[in-house]
Protein backbone atom coordinates (compact mmCIF):
# COMPACT_ATOMS: atom_id res chain seq x y z
CA UNK A 1 0.00 0.00 0.00
CA UNK A 2 1.25 3.42 -1.05
CA UNK A 3 -0.32 6.75 0.62
CA UNK A 4 -0.86 9.72 -1.13
CA UNK A 5 -0.72 12.51 1.44
CA UNK A 6 -1.99 16.41 -0.07
CA UNK A 7 -3.19 19.48 0.93
CA UNK A 8 -0.78 21.40 3.01
CA UNK A 9 0.26 25.12 2.44
CA UNK A 10 0.95 28.30 4.24
CA UNK A 11 -2.19 29.75 6.17
CA UNK A 12 -2.52 32.90 8.69
CA UNK A 13 -3.58 32.12 11.98
CA UNK A 14 -7.31 30.69 12.41
CA UNK A 15 -7.48 29.89 8.67
CA UNK A 16 -8.53 26.63 7.72
CA UNK A 17 -6.57 23.28 5.45
CA UNK A 18 -8.00 20.30 4.59
CA UNK A 19 -5.28 17.31 4.08
CA UNK A 20 -6.27 14.44 2.14
CA UNK A 21 -4.81 11.05 2.31
CA UNK A 22 -5.14 8.10 -0.53
CA UNK A 23 -4.10 4.93 -0.40
CA UNK A 24 -2.96 3.04 -3.71
CA UNK A 25 -2.65 -0.95 -3.88
CA UNK A 26 -4.76 -2.35 -1.45
CA UNK A 27 -7.47 -0.06 -0.39
CA UNK A 28 -8.99 -1.24 2.87
CA UNK A 29 -6.93 -0.31 5.83
CA UNK A 30 -8.70 -0.96 9.51
CA UNK A 31 -7.60 1.94 10.89
CA UNK A 32 -5.94 4.87 9.22
CA UNK A 33 -4.11 8.11 11.37
CA UNK A 34 -2.56 11.81 10.99
CA UNK A 35 0.82 12.53 12.56
CA UNK A 36 2.73 15.40 12.70
CA UNK A 37 6.63 16.02 13.57
CA UNK A 38 7.18 19.98 14.11
CA UNK A 39 10.01 21.98 13.31
CA UNK A 40 12.98 20.18 15.13
CA UNK A 41 10.94 18.05 17.24
CA UNK A 42 9.52 14.57 17.30
CA UNK A 43 6.70 12.77 15.64
CA UNK A 44 3.53 13.39 17.47
CA UNK A 45 -0.41 11.64 17.09
CA UNK A 46 -3.02 14.20 15.69
CA UNK A 47 -5.96 11.70 15.56
CA UNK A 48 -7.08 8.37 13.77
CA UNK A 49 -10.03 6.56 12.62
CA UNK A 50 -10.43 3.23 13.97
CA UNK A 51 -12.81 0.52 12.30
CA UNK A 52 -15.68 -0.40 14.96
CA UNK A 53 -16.61 -3.98 15.95
CA UNK A 54 -20.00 -3.24 14.66
CA UNK A 55 -19.26 -1.13 11.47
CA UNK A 56 -17.96 1.92 10.98
CA UNK A 57 -15.33 4.27 11.76
CA UNK A 58 -14.83 6.33 15.06
CA UNK A 59 -12.77 8.38 15.39
CA UNK A 60 -9.91 9.41 18.56
CA UNK A 61 -8.27 12.58 18.41
CA UNK A 62 -5.17 14.36 20.18
CA UNK A 63 -6.12 16.97 23.25
CA UNK A 64 -4.43 19.41 21.35
CA UNK A 65 -6.52 19.56 18.30
CA UNK A 66 -9.77 18.15 19.59
CA UNK A 67 -11.94 20.07 18.93
CA UNK A 68 -10.73 22.32 16.17
CA UNK A 69 -9.44 18.76 13.66
CA UNK A 70 -11.84 16.54 12.18
CA UNK A 71 -10.72 13.60 10.56
CA UNK A 72 -13.59 11.37 8.33
CA UNK A 73 -13.20 8.70 5.32
CA UNK A 74 -15.20 9.09 1.82
CA UNK A 75 -18.07 7.06 1.13
CA UNK A 76 -15.65 3.65 -0.20
CA UNK A 77 -13.75 4.27 3.08
CA UNK A 78 -10.53 4.26 0.52
CA UNK A 79 -9.38 8.44 1.05
CA UNK A 80 -9.21 10.02 4.30
CA UNK A 81 -9.18 13.52 4.95
CA UNK A 82 -7.79 15.89 8.17
CA UNK A 83 -10.30 18.71 8.39
CA UNK A 84 -8.52 21.87 10.38
CA UNK A 85 -9.86 24.66 11.78
CA UNK A 86 -8.75 27.86 13.87
CA UNK A 87 -5.03 26.95 13.33
CA UNK A 88 -2.54 28.33 15.69
CA UNK A 89 1.33 28.59 14.76
CA UNK A 90 1.98 25.42 16.71
CA UNK A 91 -0.24 23.27 14.42
CA UNK A 92 3.06 24.04 12.06
CA UNK A 93 4.71 20.41 11.07
CA UNK A 94 5.03 18.37 8.24
CA UNK A 95 1.63 16.16 8.64
CA UNK A 96 1.79 12.20 7.35
CA UNK A 97 -0.67 9.80 7.15
CA UNK A 98 -0.23 6.49 7.96
CA UNK A 99 -2.29 3.11 7.83
CA UNK A 100 -2.71 -0.35 9.33
CA UNK A 101 -4.76 -3.69 8.90
CA UNK A 102 -4.78 -3.82 12.48
CA UNK A 103 -6.86 -2.77 14.82
CA UNK A 104 -4.70 -1.10 18.08
CA UNK A 105 -6.47 -0.53 21.47
CA UNK A 106 -7.45 2.49 21.81
CA UNK A 107 -4.08 3.28 24.07
CA UNK A 108 -2.16 1.94 21.55
CA UNK A 109 -3.38 4.32 18.47
CA UNK A 110 -0.78 6.70 19.20
CA UNK A 111 2.20 4.61 18.76
CA UNK A 112 4.12 4.83 15.59
CA UNK A 113 5.09 1.17 15.34
CA UNK A 114 1.62 0.12 15.06
CA UNK A 115 1.19 1.57 11.33
CA UNK A 116 2.77 -0.20 8.61
CA UNK A 117 2.24 1.63 5.59
CA UNK A 118 2.68 5.75 5.57
CA UNK A 119 2.62 8.77 3.38
CA UNK A 120 5.36 11.17 2.42
CA UNK A 121 3.90 13.77 4.35
CA UNK A 122 2.74 17.23 3.58
CA UNK A 123 3.75 20.75 5.00
CA UNK A 124 1.99 22.31 7.21
CA UNK A 125 2.55 26.34 7.98
CA UNK A 126 0.56 28.39 10.19
CA UNK A 127 2.14 32.06 10.00
CA UNK A 128 1.02 35.36 9.57
Known amino acids: VQLQASGGGLVQPGGSLRLSCAPS???????MAWFRQPPGKGREFVGALRWATGGGFFPVYADSVKGRFTISRDNAAVTMHLQMVSLKPEDTAVYYCAATSKNPVLSALSDVVMYDFWGQGTQVTVSS
Open 25 to 31: GRTFSNT
